[in-house]
């Protein structure tokens, strides 16, 4: 019978073309199968026979040079810059000290106030010390100069004072006279004297002494009713030092 053998044959044929003919699916999905070329190139996107190159080093950065610093010693001195000169290096000589005396000399420091300066007590003590001179009545001024007599009178008379005393009287007594002796180096100077009354300051007056060793002078002042009343007479040196101070007292007529 030729039919039933043709529906055999055909029906083998059909299940053999649907063996062959892929199933239909959704790629687009996250769990898609990825082609085997592709896993392969993900994995690696270098050839298998290539050498990758070495990734290159970034150049070190050089550190800065420190300035080398000299020690302190070899440091120049900033307080100085300029090299001393040879007359600077040239030593003065060295002056005189104060001399040694004792203390009964009249040229010992301890008959000078306290206080004096240095300068004063050296040139006082390298003086030279005359026959007739005696011990300093107040300071001594810069150059030694002191006064070792100081009195007032009412009279004057061979480089002294006459009728020595402290009180003078209007209309009795002419003149109040300041008589003082002078012991200083052999060069010209000046002391002041300034004639105060009640401690200020009426009348300076100026008096020269000359360049021997020891020179008497004085300065006088006339007795008035004006002039009434304490006063003082200070005699002072060129540098303002005290050498000596006397008070005396003007008093109105007696009636």
């Known amino acids: 019978m030729t039919r039933p053998r043709f529906a055999t044959v055909s029906l083998a044929l059909l299940t053999s073309i649907l063996s062959l003919t892929p199933l239909a699916c959704d790629s687009s999905g996250a769990d898609a199968p990825v082609p085997a070329t592709q896993a392969s190139e993900a994995r690696t996107s270098t050839p298998a026979n290539t050498i990758a190159a070495?990734?290159?080093?970034?150049?070190p950065v050089a550190a800065p040079v420190a300035t080398p610093v000299a020690p302190i010693e070899d440091q120049p001195v900033?307080?100085?810059?300029v090299a001393p000169t040879a007359e600077a290096m040239v030593?003065?000589?060295?002056?005189?000290?104060?001399?040694s005396h004792a203390p009964g000399s009249l040229r010992s420091p301890s008959l000078l106030p306290a206080g004096t300066p240095d300068t004063h007590i050296e040139a006082f003590t390298n003086l030279r010390l005359?026959?007739?001179?005696?011990?300093?009545?107040?300071?001594?001024?810069?150059?030694?100069?002191?006064?070792d007599e100081l009195e007032v009178?009412?009279?004057w008379a061979s480089s002294r004072c006459e009728q020595v005393g402290s009180e003078f009287v209007v209309d009795t007594d002419e003149r109040v006279n300041v008589c003082f002796r002078v012991v200083h180096p052999r060069e010209a100077e000046a002391v002041t004297l300034e004639w105060s009354r009640?401690?200020?300051?009426?009348?300076?007056?100026?008096?020269?002494?000359?360049?021997?060793?020891?020179y008497t002078t004085r300065a006088w002042m006339p007795v008035s009713a004006g002039r009434t009343g304490n006063w003082t007479a200070t005699v002072k040196s060129e540098d303002g030092s005290v050498l000596g101070q006397i008070s005396f007292e003007i008093a109105g007529p007696t009636l």
């Open 130 to 147: 005359g026959g007739k001179d005696k011990a300093p009545i107040g300071g001594v001024g810069a150059s030694g100069i002191h006064l």
């Open 91 to 99: 030593q003065s000589p060295a002056k005189p000290s104060a001399k």
């Open 54 to 59: 070495p990734t290159p080093t970034p150049a």
């Open 198 to 214: 009640a401690g200020k300051v009426r009348q300076v007056i100026e008096v020269s002494v000359k360049p021997t060793h020891a």
């Open 153 to 155: 009178g009412k009279g």
């Open 78 to 81: 900033l307080a100085s810059a």
